[in-house]
Structure formats: C-alpha cells, structure tokens
C-alpha cells in the first residue's frame, strides 16, 4: 500500500480567497511561498500527493465542472514545471446540506474514495489542511492531520498530546509541516 499527503487547495497551495469570495480563475490564483519546494520533497519521500478541496463555488454558479477543472490542470502543470507532481485531484462541488453529502469535508468521502483508487494506507498518511473541518475529514479516514494555521507563537507546534480532535502538527507554513512530516 501507499503513503499519501492529501493536501486542501485553497490557503495551503494557493492563497485563499477574501471571506466570500472563491477562485474561479487563473488570474486569482496566487501560489504560496514554497509550496512547490514542498510537494517536490514529498514526491521525493515516495508519497502520493492528492488535493481534497470542497469546491462549493460550483454549487453558487460562479464556475462550472469543466471551468474549475480547467483551473486545476493549470495549477498542475504550473506545479510540474517546478518539478512537483499532483497524483489526483479530488473536489466536491457541492453546496452545504442538511444532511451534508459524503464528500463534502468534514465528511471523509473524498479520502476515503482516493485510498480506495490509489491504494493508500490511510494510517500512514497525512491530510494537511487549513480549516477544522479539514482536520475532522482527516481523522474521520483514519489519517493524521496538520494545519497550516498563521500564528506568532511557534514556528511549529505538536499538539500529539491535544483534545480530541486537534491536529497532530500546527505550523504557520505548509513547508515548515512538510519538513515536520517527513523527520517524523
């Protein structure tokens, strides 16, 4: 079986959009300092590099599946070019529900869905995102979780002792939780 870093899109990749707004075009995607730098190190550590992102701009009608895939092509190719590779992209383009979808995050559909299609050894993998209902959909699968989340006090914080439901890494940088990742 494989090991994988399932990585949110949107304020782990690129930067997130301002509150309400969504990416919905190349021109707004704005890739975060070492990101590329990072994915490569993974790649170089054998483990499979998945986005999981809720994509909840389809569901508004501000893009459309072949849009949005688009978009997602690009970013891969923009990846590649600095020699980082994306195995898959995963996404749910659904709005928020009472009851949620499964795929939707917090919901694990998308994880679960991505082991079950690249062979992936969810206990020795990693989902490495920037919201708790990232950190929920990692734990739900199985999986260890970090969170990029900005923050002065730390340049990393383990939280392996935490309340259940906490992360098992915090950083203020993806790279800095990749480099946590890959010592551990």
């Not at 997130?16 to 730098?37: C, M, Q, S």
């Not at 020699?83 to 979808?101: F, L, Q």
Request: net charge negative; hydrophobic share 45%.
């Amino acid at each position: 079986m494989n090991k994988a870093a399932f990585l949110d899109r949107d304020g782990v990749i690129n930067q997130k959009a301002p509150e309400g707004d969504y990416i919905t075009r190349w021109e707004n995607v704005k890739f975060l300092p070492g990101v590329a730098d990072a994915i490569v190190q993974l790649n170089q550590a054998g483990l499979q590099v998945i986005i999981i992102s809720n994509q909840r701009c389809v569901a508004k009608g501000l893009i459309n599946i072949p849009e949005l895939e688009a978009l997602h092509r690009r970013m891969l190719v923009w990846l590649a070019e600095r020699g980082a590779a994306i195995d898959a992209v995963y996404y749910c383009p659904h709005e928020k529900t009472n009851p949620p979808c499964d795929c939707r995050k917090p919901e694990a559909g998308m994880l679960l869905q991505a082991a079950r299609e690249h062979d992936i050894d969810l206990s020795n993998s990693w989902m490495i995102g920037d919201s708790p209902a990232d950190v929920s959909a990692a734990h739900a699968a199985g999986l260890r979780a970090a969170l990029v989340f900005a923050t002065n006090r730390c340049e990393l914080c383990p939280l392996r002792s935490g309340p259940a439901g906490a992360p098992e890494l915090v950083a203020p940088r993806f790279d800095l939780l990749v480099r946590a990742i890959l010592g551990a």
